[in-house]
């Protein structure tokens, strides 16, 4: 009887440890599409860039700060620019502006994302969104990690 009672507790505390790790995986399975929806050009400041962010997870995004490079028309970079998306709710489309300066949207050909200085979901430690990024570029640039 204690082999039993011992047995089902290992096989109680499996099952516990098998629902969370589902659970987790679940919240994961899904995408974040960080979308460079359209620019527009402004004379005085210089492109601004109009992003969604489509979250297709579970996770509440409290930190998402994206560190870009602009590249030009020549394919040389123009400029390092940091942008702080956060926050991003779960199961939802954000969008948000974000001002290239001293550059024509024209003259834009390709934006990396070269590095995710923050991505920290609500109540939680910071992780690596990398594997759950699609990007998209409706734009002549091209948006690329």
Request: aromatic share 6%.
């Amino acid at each position: 009887m204690k082999n039993f009672a011992k047995a089902a507790i290992y096989v109680a505390a499996s099952l516990g440890l098998f629902v969370t790790n589902l659970h987790a995986q679940t919240a994961q399975s899904g995408k974040l599409t960080v979308e460079l929806n359209k620019f527009e050009e402004n004379e005085t400041v210089g492109c601004r860039a109009f992003f969604l962010f489509r979250n297709q997870t579970e996770l509440t995004l409290e930190g998402f700060e994206m560190s870009l490079a602009i590249l030009n028309t020549e394919g040389i970079i123009d400029r390092l620019l940091s942008i702080d998306a956060a926050p991003i709710s779960a199961a939802r489309t954000t969008l948000k502006l974000f001002e290239i300066p001293e550059i024509a949207c024209s003259e834009i050909s390709e934006i990396l994302l070269h590095e995710l200085a923050s991505c920290k979901p609500q109540n939680a430690d910071e992780m690596d969104c990398f594997p759950l990024l699609d990007l998209i570029s409706r734009t002549p640039a091209q948006l690329v990690k």
